[in-house]
């Protein structure tokens, strides 16, 4: 891996590499990455999905490697770590910024107010301790609202010229020592905001190493995800009522209503046309927040608390207009994706447009890959058995060299001289040896799964797994639904503690789970990727379904129509492989250390009986695989037993 990174670096031929967890990817990347950023006094680019890869690369990986290979560059590489400007404390804003004023749903909330008010005091004394200003660093954290109080974004911030924190921001310092570092550590979102945005956040850099790649796409569709809402035009609308003539500030507040009013009406979901009646209510916003942004005319000499107001002012609104342009537009263009989200009456969430890229390849094509050498890695880059899939998201084209470690290179096609971006993907394989340690078992004696919750046959093929297992179990759930009731109802049938994710916060329940070899962890989503416990605390993971996006999905529905619109099969290409990465991740919590033995247990029977299993399948760490209910609980009780021996 490290020689195909070196290659890829000096021949500018973007790599997509597969390795699994334990081959060490992050030095085969890291070498390479330090030698080339020492030799040609260039920045290189590392980009993760996770706060928990930032800090190993930055706490562990980093720091040794530099030691390591100084007498080898003939000098230590510095590196350094660079978060969105959200992301830090803004001393400014902390002291005499004008803090966000409450939604009104905290503003009746005697116990949400005092909550806050205490959060913000410790922030306060917490600014005098910290060295970084880094919220990650701030434990135990805050709330998003109390955040939001002593932080900026990057439209909102005074720029380091006018603001009289000037050069001790935290946020600027940590730009500064990024734009010395050989290495430079930073998360999908930056990345997106720095190639796709047109701001300049991060050093020049001339390669990029993009760990934790499967989740690419994501990420940076949701950087790329705007939304519009009434209460957010009525506080852009406040926020200038202050600096302007009244009147202008008005059209605003009444924008506001009549979007407030429409939105009642609206169903839930994608929107495939524009209603007439939103289309002027949305030009009204426009029309209205462009009329507030002339009115805040052009920067003046003003004093501080002048220019912070109208920064603050002007950010909001540019936000609200640029929201409504791009919502009247989507409809022309087709690129993008429109919808209603909010669901008032079950969770008193006001309803929202919002509005999503439909892909996020032509993007990455021309922004990224187009300008600079792009390294992806990750555990699970392959689906169905190839890196096409993937590439086709990213924008690459199909095919181009897929090969094995070993040299066996696949029959595909060289890529063409026609293709104007060049990628090999190389799966370098994993050090364990899966077909021996561990077993998937697909229950494809049970019913497919129903829409009305978790089928009883289900609830006792848990019982009887976990009870095989004793405990030892991770239970992966397609929804938080799903998980509740499957805790509730084994909880009365298990000797076993069972924790389920929302009962604590995560990274307190991963801890007493793993600390505690015969509990189980029941959760969703973030559990799928995010859990990382070796040993015998973990020898049973167990998933109740594929995890297909909801047929409601706006965004997915959306981009499987296009497919098969294009002659393509929208299910394969979208629901299936969305699954398939799951099912992917989720398999992998299994085997975390060399040692580690177990069973991934799928209930949903599609996974045998479907047509599309067998792509699911593919998709999944090479497992011996069985259909037989003794059999797996047998192996289970074998392992349970080993453990004790
Ligand atoms: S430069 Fe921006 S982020 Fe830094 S303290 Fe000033 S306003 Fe806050």
Not at 341 to 370: C, M, N, Q, Y
Request: hydrophobic share 40%; proline share 5%; with cysteine.
């Amino acid at each position: 891996m490290a020689e195909a990174v070196d290659h890829s670096i000096r021949t500018g031929e973007h790599l997509a590499v597969q390795a699994g967890t334990g081959t060490g990817k992050s030095l085969a990347y890291l070498v390479p990455s330090l030698r080339h950023a020492v030799a040609e006094e260039a920045t290189v680019v590392i980009s993760t999905a996770t706060i928990a890869l930032q800090r190993q690369l930055v706490d562990r990986d980093l720091p040794r490697l530099s030691k390591a290979l100084k007498k080898e560059l003939g000098r230590e590489p510095d590196f350094a770590i660079l978060k969105g400007r959200r992301n830090y404390l803004c001393m400014h804003r902390l002291h005499s910024g004008a803090p966000d004023e409450p939604d009104n749903g905290a503003l009746f909330d005697p116990f949400a107010v005092s909550r806050l008010g205490r959060e913000v005091k410790r922030l306060h004394e917490w600014s005098s301790e910290t060295e970084t200003g880094d919220r990650d660093e701030l434990v135990p954290g805050v709330t998003e609202q109390a955040w939001k109080q002593v932080s900026v974004t990057a439209r909102e911030c005074l720029g380091v010229a006018k603001c009289p924190i000037g050069v001790d921001c935290f946020a600027e310092r940590a730009r500064a020592e990024a734009g010395k570092a050989d290495v430079v550590v930073t998360n999908h979102a930056m990345l997106a905001i720095d190639a796709l945005e047109g701001f300049q956040v991060l050093p020049e850099h001339d390669v990029v190493v993009i760990d934790e790649a499967h989740d690419l796409v994501d990420r940076v569709t949701s950087v790329a995800t705007e939304e519009l809402s009434a209460a957010a035009i009525a506080a852009a609308a406040r926020r200038c009522g202050r600096l302007i003539d009244q009147d202008v500030a008005d059209r605003m507040a009444e924008a506001s209503d009549g979007l407030a009013m429409l939105l009642e009406d609206l169903p839930v979901g994608r929107m495939d046309e524009l209603p007439r009646a939103l289309a002027g209510t949305l030009a009204a916003i426009r029309d209205a927040s462009h009329a507030c942004i002339s009115s805040l005319g052009p920067e003046r000499k003003e004093d501080v608390e002048g220019t912070t107001n109208r920064k603050l002012a002007l950010s909001l609104l540019e936000e609200v207009h640029d929201g409504a342009v791009r919502i009247l537009d989507a409809f022309d263009e087709e690129r993008d994706v429109v919808w209603v989200s909010g669901d008032f009456a079950d969770r008193g969430r006001a309803p929202t447009l919002r509005v999503a890229p439909l892909g996020v390849g032509g993007l990455l094509r021309e922004k990224l890959f187009g300008k600079r050498t792009t390294v992806l890695t990750s555990a699970t880059l392959t689906l169905g058995g190839t890196f096409d899939t993937l590439a086709r998201q990213w924008g690459l084209p199909a095919s181009s060299q897929n090969r094995k470690a070993e040299g066996t290179a696949t029959e595909k096609e060289p890529p063409s001289d026609a293709a104007p971006i060049r990628w090999t993907g190389l799966d370098v394989g994993s050090p364990f040896q899966h077909g021996s340690s561990g077993i998937l078992y697909v229950a494809r004696h049970l019913p497919p799964p129903g829409r009305d919750g978790l089928p009883p046959s289900y609830v006792d093929e848990i019982e009887g797994l976990v009870n095989a297992a004793g405990g030892r179990t991770l239970g992966l759930f397609s929804s938080m639904r799903a998980a509740k009731s499957a805790a509730e109802a084994l909880r009365d049938k298990l000797d076993y503690t069972v924790f389920c994710q929302g009962d604590d916060a995560t990274g307190q329940l991963v801890k007493k789970f793993s600390e505690d070899p015969r509990s189980c962890l029941f959760g969703t989503l973030s559990l799928w990727q995010g859990v990382d416990v070796p040993g015998p605390s973990l020898q049973l993971v167990i998933m109740d379904r594929i995890p297909f996006p909801r047929p409601d999905d706006p965004l997915a529905s959306a981009r499987q129509k296009a497919v098969s619109e294009r002659g393509g099969n929208g299910f394969l290409t979208v629901a299936a492989t969305h699954a398939a990465l799951l099912l992917a991740q989720g398999a992998g919590r299994l085997l975390r250390s060399m040692n580690d033995k177990g069973v991934v247990a799928i209930l949903d029977p599609r996974l045998a009986t479907a047509r599309y299993g067998g792509f699911l399948r593919a998709s999944l760490p090479p497992y011996w695989t069985t259909y037989d209910p003794e059999v797996v609980r047998a192996a289970l009780k074998r392992l349970d037993a080993a453990v004790d021996a």
